[in-house]
């Protein structure tokens, strides 16, 4: 199943390219795009990933402050 999606992914790869647009249009939309609010968009379309990222770290790295990620300590006390 792996090499099937391997495959697949890197068929999709090898056969895009570059985007292409009429000559009327493709100025207008490069204008819309890179606007002086360029960096801002950009970071505004990255913060959920960024979110995600963080969330994730946050969850794996800290085992101290999730009491449910730890194991139970053994008990010393007699049986």
């Known amino acids: ?11 999709m790869v090898a056969s895009a390219t570059a985007a292409l647009g009429c000559a009327v ?26 979110l995600l990222v963080g969330g994730s770290l946050l969850l794996y790295y800290s085992p101290k402050r999730l009491p449910w990620k730890t194991p139970p300590l053994p008990s010393t006390a007699p049986h």
């Open 25 to 50: 249009c493709r100025p207008k939309v490069e204008a819309g795009i890179y606007t002086p609010a360029y960096s801002t968009t950009a970071l505004v379309l990255l913060l959920p990933i960024l």
């Open 1 to 11: 199943m792996w090499r099937f999606f391997i495959g697949l992914c890197s068929l």
